[in-house]
């Protein structure tokens, strides 16, 4: 069993700022990729920003220079450091992880995982 738990979402006028953490536990051999989605109500969810074990990051186009991806894999986990927050980032933000194992030499594949959502909302 693998868990996510994330925390940090909230409350916050225009302008300021949150940061969501979210631990991966449980039945870990190595996480590949881990990543903060986000879905509004009437949209889809999408990707906000991924990064990898090596250090890769991406962005979303509408959060870049506002928003902050990191890592600590001694704790198996991941941050998002929002700031400058608009209304339009208001949604339930998920975290993401894709974690691989292998049996010996035997690769067994990359399996996904997602947390419960914290809602994030941003009053004008």
């Known amino acids: 069993q693998v868990q996510l738990v994330e925390s940090g979402g909230g409350l916050v006028q225009a302008g300021g700022s949150l940061r969501l953490s979210c631990t991966v536990s449980?039945?870990?051999?190595?996480?590949?990729?881990m990543g903060w989605y986000r879905q509004a109500p009437g949209k889809q969810r999408e990707l906000v920003a991924g990064i990898t074990s090596g250090g890769t990051i991406n962005y979303a186009d509408s959060v870049k220079g506002r928003f902050t991806i990191s890592r600590d894999n001694a704790k198996n986990t991941v941050y998002l450091q929002m700031n400058s927050l608009k209304p339009e980032d208001t949604a339930v933000y998920y975290c993401?992880?894709?974690?691989?194992?292998?049996?010996?030499?035997?690769?067994?594949?990359?399996?996904?995982?997602w947390g419960q959502g914290t809602q994030v909302t941003v009053s004008s």
């Open positions: 449980g039945r870990i051999l190595i996480i590949n990729r």
């Open positions: 993401a992880a894709t974690l691989y194992y292998c049996s010996g030499d035997v690769s067994l594949g990359e399996y996904d995982y």
